[in-house]
């Protein structure tokens, strides 16, 4: 989810306030994480879908977490490796874990770390805990692990310090305990007081970006290279616009009014409107919708029948090139997701099948009482959503055969998987005593 990073929020899940990096009283201080032992099997069983064995697998419990956190993911996983990485405590700071995602095995564990003070009134809200985040990259074909926090370095009792988002990055296939990072990064920012939201830190599918809302509201991006911390900050590009993906091509941006897509100097995606938008010559005539393994989502308005309807078109990002396109209503704001071999791509109610070149809207219509919103996809095609377009623990779930795009009803209760790799899924839910748990279940 190129992986994207998704997260599940919890409300009231219990326990304190953030982890004490440096507890004087070493009887009461969180276990090592590196001395995990390999799980044995599910000790909680979710009510799960059929292509899912609630029993075999492995479960891990964040029972570390604040009860308020600011929504940053705290699990990634790494389709190439097969991994699930998340983010732990040990009495002496944060670390990041490594499992392989089929036996539970540890992989990896680093060494404890202290992230950036949080930022304090007058920077970001304080009212949630800023916590440290986990991403996955592919760089040359290899895959990294990334911990990383946003935060405030070199102030002190005199001093005001400032904001940057430091990265910590490790080989996916690295092993043993205490774990030194390849490289650590760090990166300038301002972010918005508007909240941690606006800040996100990901491969979109072209290698690991960090993009932000910066005090002013610009929105600015800048591309990491993970092996040696080269930054390519979206400058000249995004004089003209909103850096969206940065390719080898150059960088995508959107136009800051009508949110027309180009590169710059490249190419203009209304040299790849799709077949039935009207208007392609217009500016305001196509609209980024989002980007993941490295296909970008775009908007544009089509003709049916005496009005017009939204029609959603896939494009590679770095010729622009349309892959496919259909018309649906599918609502703002809604975040990409790629199966894990990169073949089927959703965003909201639309889902696409990049090898048949065909797409399936899942919007409520005439036969259909409720629309399904998609927030993960297996390899197979099968997609994973809500009936609604928020994503919370007890809502409706439903399953979508993306080979007919015919969606099922799940029974009440139904978890669906938040993150998938080739054979297992990856399911977030609150602890049954505190914090989250991480339940990565395989296929039947």
Known sequence: ???????????????????????????????????????????????????????????????????????QPLVAVGARTDTVAY?????????????????????????????????????????????????????????YVVLWAHGETGGDALNKGKQSVRLLVFPADASG???????????????SALGEDHLQVADFGTGLEVHWESENTDKKAVAVDVTNGTLDRCADACAEGIGRISTDKGWVVSDRSQGAVSMPGAWDIRDAAPPGAKYPDDTGSNEFVGVT???????????????????????????????TSIVCDRPDGEKAVASPDGRFVAAGTV?????????????????????????????????????????????????????????????????????????????LSPSPTDGLLISVLRTQ
């Open 351 to 427: 889902a696409f099948d990049l090898q048949q070149r065909s797409g399936h809207c899942l919007d409520a219509g005439e036969e259909r009482k409720a629309s399904v919103y998609v927030w993960s996809i297996a390899d197979g095609g099968t997609a994973y959503g809500t009936l609604d377009d928020t994503r919370t623990v007890n809502g409706q779930t439903a399953e979508v055969d993306l080979s007919t795009g015919t969606p099922r009803l799940l029974p009440e209760g139904t978890l669906v998987p938040d993150l998938t790799l080739k054979s297992t899924g990856v399911f």
């Open 177 to 191: 305990s205490a774990v030194v990072p390849a490289r650590e990064i760090d990166i300038p920012v301002e972010v």
């Open 293 to 323: 393994g490295g296909r970008l989502l775009t908007r544009w308005q089509a003709e049916s029948g005496s009005v017009m309807r939204p029609l959603t078109a896939l494009h590679d990002a770095t010729t622009g090139k349309l892959e």
């Open 1 to 71: 989810m190129s992986i994207t990073l998704t997260v599940l929020v919890l409300a009231g899940c219990g326990g304190g306030g953030s982890p004490d990096t440096k507890n004087e009283n070493k009887d009461s201080a969180t276990p090592s994480a590196e001395a995990a032992p390999s799980p044995e099997g599910p000790s909680v069983l979710l009510a799960v879908p059929s292509a899912y064995d609630p029993k075999q697998g492995w479960q891990h419990t964040l029972d570390w977490m604040p009860e308020d956190y600011a929504a």
């Open 87 to 143: 983010v732990d405590t040990t009495e002496d700071g944060y670390v990041v874990q490594v499992r392989d995602a089929s036996t539970g095995t540890v992989r990896f564990t680093s060494r404890p770390w202290e992230p950036p003070s949080p930022m304090e009134a007058g920077g970001l809200p304080s009212h949630s805990a800023q916590l440290p985040s986990v991403a996955t990259a592919v760089q040359d074909g290899r895959e």
